[in-house]
């Protein structure tokens, strides 16, 4: 071969190692921002998150036609998170919960217990067929358990079936700590109806609604979720509060965690059992019988009359 093309084979030789090298470092660089996105992912590989919330829901500040009018209840339970692959390969975290429910108004307790699962997709939040949620429809609703960590200030984020601004470097007073998070909100207005028990007799609300939810800010989870609502027509105004607070979570620091204590049933006074008065009203029939019966037979017996 002539000598000149020695120079121009080696170049291409140098060119040929430079574009492996840059594909190699490409590919890797790829690797290391897939793993930066997947590190924003809640249950990584095979692993299980367990998160444990209690829930505290009021009804309260009545005027007018509610004047007095009280509700309160709480639930507590168990969130399991598994992330897994579904039949087409999407990734997904399958989600369980566990929770129990005691509901307290108009002089009678609920208690219910119940188990629910759900799929949400990962890449999306949106959770797929039947959901956990009591409310929100399944298949567009979000899920308000994580939001990725790097979502910047300014942004709107889903939660739930609306769409939240995000905040971040916010501070959270947690127990015996401070964490710092990612504050998600909204407010908004609209209409209501009545609270159970006076739906047609106090007509539609007008409603101002905040919803606020703070998020773990190194690791996307939820920590504190609250909506604020204020109602009220011509004829009543009520105040209604639902609070989320996890209290028992892996992210979380120890000073920030507290106890987590099963919810009780209701007393059984409480579940609408009879009053006991007839039972003791009968009682003390029977023993004032029981007693003529016995001044009766010592009267015969010591020969007075009857």
């Given at each position: 071969?002539?000598?000149?093309?020695?120079?121009?084979?080696?170049?291409?030789?140098?060119?040929?190692?430079?574009l492996?090298?840059?594909?190699i470092?490409?590919?890797?660089l790829?690797?290391?921002?897939?793993s930066?996105?997947?590190?924003e992912?809640?249950?990584?590989?095979?692993?299980?998150?367990?998160?444990?919330?209690?829930?505290q829901?009021?009804i309260?500040?009545?005027?007018g036609?509610?004047?007095?009018?009280a509700?309160?209840?709480?639930?507590?339970g168990?969130?399991t998170?598994?992330?897994?692959?579904?039949?087409?390969?999407?990734?997904?975290?399958e989600?369980?919960?566990?929770?129990?429910?005691?509901?307290?108004?108009?002089n009678?307790?609920r208690?219910?217990?119940?188990?629910?699962?759900?799929?949400v997709?990962?890449?999306?939040?949106i959770?797929?067929g039947?959901?956990?949620?009591d409310?929100?429809p399944?298949?567009?609703?979000s899920?308000?358990l994580w939001?990725?960590?790097?979502t910047?200030?300014g942004?709107?984020v889903?939660?739930?079936?609306?769409?939240?601004?995000v905040?971040?470097?916010?501070?959270?007073?947690?127990?015996?700590?401070?964490?710092?998070?990612i504050?998600?909100?909204?407010?908004e207005?609209?209409?209501?109806?009545?609270?159970?028990?006076?739906?047609?007799?106090?007509?539609r609300?007008?409603?101002e609604?905040?919803?606020?939810?703070?998020?773990?800010?190194?690791?996307?989870?939820?920590?504190?979720?609250?909506?604020?609502?204020?109602?009220e027509?011509?004829?009543?105004?009520f105040?209604?509060?639902?609070?989320?607070?996890i209290?028992?979570?892996p992210?979380?620091?120890?000073s920030a965690?507290?106890?987590?204590?099963?919810?009780a049933p209701?007393?059984?006074?409480?579940?609408?059992?009879?009053p006991?008065?007839p039972?003791?009203?009968?009682?003390?029939s029977?023993?004032?019988?029981?007693?003529g019966?016995?001044v009766?037979?010592?009267?015969?017996?010591?020969?007075?009359?009857p």
């Amino acid at each position: 071969m002539p000598p000149l093309m020695l120079p121009a084979r080696g170049s291409n030789l140098r060119r040929r190692r430079l574009l492996v090298a840059l594909s190699i470092a490409a590919s890797a660089l790829g690797v290391l921002v897939g793993s930066a996105r997947a590190d924003e992912a809640p249950a990584l590989g095979d692993g299980v998150v367990t998160l444990r919330y209690e829930r505290q829901r009021t009804i309260s500040e009545g005027t007018g036609l509610l004047e007095g009018y009280a509700e309160a209840s709480i639930e507590r339970g168990t969130y399991t998170l598994e992330r897994r692959l579904g039949p087409d390969a999407t990734p997904l975290v399958e989600l369980d919960v566990v929770r129990a429910t005691r509901h307290q108004g108009a002089n009678a307790c609920r208690f219910a217990e119940e188990q629910r699962r759900a799929e949400v997709e990962l890449s999306t939040r949106i959770h797929r067929g039947a959901s956990e949620l009591d409310d929100a429809p399944g298949a567009g609703a979000s899920t308000w358990l994580w939001i990725p960590p790097s979502t910047p200030a300014g942004a709107s984020v889903r939660v739930l079936a609306g769409a939240l601004r995000v905040e971040r470097d916010v501070d959270l007073e947690v127990g015996n700590t401070t964490i710092s998070t990612i504050l998600a909100s909204r407010s908004e207005q609209g209409e209501r109806d009545a609270p159970p028990g006076f739906l047609g007799e106090a007509g539609r609300f007008r409603r101002e609604t905040s919803i606020e939810v703070w998020f773990d800010e190194a690791s996307g989870y939820v920590v504190r979720a609250e909506r604020w609502e204020i109602a009220e027509n011509e004829r009543a105004a009520f105040e209604e509060r639902d609070v989320y607070a996890i209290v028992d979570a892996p992210y979380l620091p120890a000073s920030a965690q507290s106890l987590w204590v099963p919810v009780a049933p209701c007393a059984s006074a409480e579940r609408g059992a009879p009053p006991r008065w007839p039972w003791l009203l009968g009682a003390c029939s029977i023993v004032l019988v029981a007693l003529g019966g016995l001044v009766a037979l010592r009267r015969r017996l010591t020969g007075a009359s009857p």
